[in-house]
């Protein structure tokens, strides 16, 4: 039996993790699809990543599947994805469930207070 720190150690080995920094400069030259995987009361209370598609993270698996009607479009299997939410370890855990699921590039991007200490764009939710 798995523990929830297990399944963090695994998701944390098996996707990238990038420095703020260069997820806002690959923002902002339009690179890469981005999501948030918070909760909605969390974006409504900090705003999120300019442009970012808001997905929770307990929706990612049929957001992703393409054969259901839940599937969410800007999901795509080879386009570079990046995850944020509160301190990186949803973001972790959803890119994780992609890469499972067949996406090839699934980065986490860490929290949403690191993308603003980096001045990164955002936007209310």
Same mark, same amino acid.
């Given at each position: 039996?798995?523990?929830?720190?297990?399944?963090? #150690?695994?998701?944390?080995?098996?996707?990238?993790?990038?420095? +703020?920094?260069? /997820?806002?400069?690959?923002?902002?030259?339009?690179?890469?699809?981005?999501?948030?995987? @918070?909760? +909605?009361?969390?974006?409504?209370?900090?705003?999120?990543? &300019?442009?970012?598609? @808001?997905?929770? @993270?307990?929706?990612?698996?049929?957001? &992703?599947?393409?054969?259901? @009607?839940?599937?969410? #479009?800007?999901?795509?299997?080879?386009?570079?994805?990046?995850?944020?939410?509160?301190?990186?370890?949803?973001?972790?855990?959803?890119?994780?469930?992609?890469? #499972?699921?067949?996406?090839?590039?699934? =980065?986490?991007?860490?929290?949403?207070?690191?993308?603003?200490? /980096?001045?990164?764009? =955002? #936007?209310?939710?």
């Amino acid at each position: 039996m798995k523990t929830a720190m297990q399944y963090l #150690e695994e998701a944390n080995a098996a996707v990238i993790r990038i420095p +703020s920094k260069a /997820a806002v400069a690959i923002h902002k030259k339009g690179g890469g699809i981005f999501i948030d995987v @918070r909760d +909605s009361a969390d974006i409504a209370k900090r705003g999120t990543v &300019a442009g970012a598609f @808001r997905i929770p @993270r307990g929706f990612i698996k049929f957001a &992703a599947d393409f054969s259901l @009607r839940y599937h969410n #479009e800007p999901l795509k299997k080879n386009e570079d994805t990046y995850f944020v939410c509160g301190l990186g370890g949803q973001a972790a855990l959803a890119g994780y469930t992609l890469k #499972e699921m067949g996406f090839k590039s699934v =980065t986490n991007i860490g929290g949403f207070n690191y993308w603003k200490e /980096a001045d990164g764009p =955002t #936007e209310k939710a």
